[in-house]
Structures are given as C-alpha cells and as structure tokens.
C-alpha cells in the first residue's frame, strides 16, 4: 500500500524559502521552525526579515523584557546634550536583537522596527528624519514643520510666531542626529553577527526616523568592528564635522490644497561630503511619495543658507550653538 504524501512535501525546498521571504516576520517564521523537522532546517536559510522589537517572541524569551531592554537603550536619546555616561546597549541579553536573529544563517536584507520614536517635541510639531550611516554618518535629511491647516488655510491652533525659530530649527535638527547615531550604535552587534547583510534599516512605529545601511556601509561596519575603529560615545556613535545646509517656509501648499507651516528642510553631511547637486537629490529621495516627499519638493532650493552653513560643524560644537542661541 502507498502511503498519502502530504501537498507540502511535493513543494520544492526554494519556493518554500520564497514563501518564508515573502513572510519575513520573525514572530510568525519563529512560530513555523515548530509545525515540522523540514520547516525548522529551513526557516534559519530565509534572508529577508522584519523583526518588530515589541512583539518578537521565541521558545526562550519574552516579549515585555525586550521592550524594557530597548526602552533603557533609547532613554539617553531624550537627553539631547548628555548622552548616559553608563549605557546598557552592549549588555548582551538573551533577547536582544543580536541573540534573536543568531537563529537565522543568512540574512541579507533586515527591517527592524522600534516600538515608538527618539523625540520630544513640543505639541503640534513633527519631524521627519532619514540617515545613511556606514561606520559613521554618510547623510542626514530633516523635515520638519509646525501643523496642518486645511484647504481653507484655517486651525483650531492661533498663529505661529517664528521670531528666534532658528534657534528651534537647529535644535530639531540636533536632535535627528543624536537619534539617528544612537540607533546606528544599537545596530553593532547586529551587522558584525551577519556578513551576507546586504541591506540594513532600522525604523520606529511612528514613522519618526530611519536609519539606513546599504551593502558598502555594512562592509564599512564590519571592518570599522574588526579593526576596533568603531567610534563611540555615551551609547552613540560619534558622528563626523558636517555641514548643515538648511531651508525654511513658513507655508507649503500641497497639491490638495492642505497647508503646511514653519517647513524646516535640513541635509545634514560631512565635510567632506559632496554638493549642492548632491544635497538636492538626497533631499528628493528621502522620503519617498506622501505628503512628506511633496512638502520636499514643494520647498525652494536648498541654496539660502543660514550663518552655520558655511562651515562645518564639529559634534562638540553641537550643545555650544544651540546653547548660544537660548
């Protein structure tokens, strides 16, 4: 008598690994290791991942003290100028991101998700930011505005005076940065555990900010990690004398007829960095479709420059500026 073979046992072993991929949920690809022997050789080959911080579980962990864990990392982020003298982000714990994507041989292209953002803005403000990193900063681009208004032009809120806004624009700018360079030292352990990563992105539930490593960045990292060049500071990674180059409306109508007001766009790079041409396209590409990569390219070019752009700004000058401005 011939027994029954199952449906699954006739697919071959590549279009289930095209079904893991498309998945890409550690929570969910975790769960399948335990429907069969086949499926737990293979979930560790699937090489593209999502994993989201506060919800990722595995036989050994447990979700709420990986929230704790991460939320201690990000808690020096709030102090904009004092980074945590003693951070705990090179305390390896059993479910720390590092120890939970051991379980997979093969990633190449990996999306972690924060469960919430780095900043504290005042109400009404919001902030976008997107950063290339290798082993340090390679670019940052900011937008920011204040609200709002429908097509009528009309808000509940009273209207906004920006007289010493630059003060604000330099610290929200500020700000991105000290974010975004946190997240980049939470990735360490990460990018040294994986040497066939090929794509690297790191982003919060908000939607706030994303931190971003191509293929060259990763191997940058990796050879920064083996070389003991990996610089750090306070549970961030130390970023380079840039350059600001900024540009501020105090209204932007998007093509529905919705206002936004105090737009604030800031590229961020080091001084070593390209140019104008250069600025321009990372700005448009930064944030993709949506309202935020209209507003982008809604907003005059980048060429006015404020007093701070003409020269490179080092990371100790950073809490002298905004503390000259108070």
């Given at each position: 008598?011939?027994?029954?073979?199952?449906?699954?046992?006739?697919?071959?072993?590549?279009?289930?690994?095209?079904?893991?991929?498309?998945?890409?949920?550690?929570?969910?690809?975790?769960?399948?290791?335990?429907?069969?022997?086949?499926?737990?050789?293979?979930?560790?080959?699937?090489?593209?991942?999502?994993?989201?911080?506060?919800?990722?579980?595995?036989?050994?962990s447990d979700s709420d003290s990986l929230f704790t864990l991460f939320k201690s990392l990000l808690k020096s982020i709030h102090d904009l100028f004092k980074p945590d003298p003693k951070p705990t982000a090179r305390n390896q714990t059993q479910n720390s991101p590092a120890r939970i994507l051991s379980q997979f041989d093969r990633i190449r292209d990996l999306q972690i998700e924060l469960p919430a953002g780095d900043l504290k803005l005042e109400k009404g403000a919001v902030i976008k930011w997107r950063a290339e990193f290798g082993k340090s900063l390679k670019s940052c681009v900011i937008l920011g505005f204040r609200r709002v208004a429908n097509p009528e032009g009309n808000s509940a809120d009273e209207e906004i005076d920006f007289t010493g806004g630059l003060k604000t624009r330099v610290v929200w700018a500020i700000s991105a940065l000290i974010a975004a360079s946190a997240r980049h030292y939470l990735l360490n352990d990460v990018v040294k555990g994986h040497r066939e990563m090929e794509r690297l992105v790191l982003v919060d539930r908000e939607g706030e900010g994303t931190v971003a490593m191509e293929k060259e960045g990763l191997r940058e990292c990796r050879e920064a990690a083996r070389g003991g060049e990996w610089e750090e500071d306070g549970g961030r990674t130390v970023v380079p004398s840039v350059r600001m180059r900024m540009r501020h409306e105090q209204r932007v109508q998007l093509k529905d007829g919705v206002w936004m007001e105090g737009v604030t766009l800031v590229v961020v790079r080091p001084c070593s960095g390209g140019g104008d041409g250069e600025d321009a396209e990372l700005a448009l590409g930064a944030f993709g479709g949506g309202i935020y990569g209209e507003a982008v390219q809604d907003v005059p070019s980048l060429g006015l420059e404020t007093k701070e752009q003409g020269r490179c700004v080092s990371e100790d000058e950073y809490g002298r500026l905004t503390a000259s401005r108070r």
């Amino acid at each position: 008598m011939i027994e029954a073979m199952d449906g699954f046992d006739r697919l071959p072993d590549s279009l289930i690994l095209l079904i893991f991929n498309s998945i890409s949920d550690i929570k969910a690809l975790i769960r399948c290791r335990s429907v069969s022997k086949r499926f737990n050789s293979l979930v560790p080959q699937t090489e593209s991942l999502s994993l989201k911080v506060d919800c990722v579980i595995s036989p050994e962990s447990d979700s709420d003290s990986l929230f704790t864990l991460f939320k201690s990392l990000l808690k020096s982020i709030h102090d904009l100028f004092k980074p945590d003298p003693k951070p705990t982000a090179r305390n390896q714990t059993q479910n720390s991101p590092a120890r939970i994507l051991s379980q997979f041989d093969r990633i190449r292209d990996l999306q972690i998700e924060l469960p919430a953002g780095d900043l504290k803005l005042e109400k009404g403000a919001v902030i976008k930011w997107r950063a290339e990193f290798g082993k340090s900063l390679k670019s940052c681009v900011i937008l920011g505005f204040r609200r709002v208004a429908n097509p009528e032009g009309n808000s509940a809120d009273e209207e906004i005076d920006f007289t010493g806004g630059l003060k604000t624009r330099v610290v929200w700018a500020i700000s991105a940065l000290i974010a975004a360079s946190a997240r980049h030292y939470l990735l360490n352990d990460v990018v040294k555990g994986h040497r066939e990563m090929e794509r690297l992105v790191l982003v919060d539930r908000e939607g706030e900010g994303t931190v971003a490593m191509e293929k060259e960045g990763l191997r940058e990292c990796r050879e920064a990690a083996r070389g003991g060049e990996w610089e750090e500071d306070g549970g961030r990674t130390v970023v380079p004398s840039v350059r600001m180059r900024m540009r501020h409306e105090q209204r932007v109508q998007l093509k529905d007829g919705v206002w936004m007001e105090g737009v604030t766009l800031v590229v961020v790079r080091p001084c070593s960095g390209g140019g104008d041409g250069e600025d321009a396209e990372l700005a448009l590409g930064a944030f993709g479709g949506g309202i935020y990569g209209e507003a982008v390219q809604d907003v005059p070019s980048l060429g006015l420059e404020t007093k701070e752009q003409g020269r490179c700004v080092s990371e100790d000058e950073y809490g002298r500026l905004t503390a000259s401005r108070r």
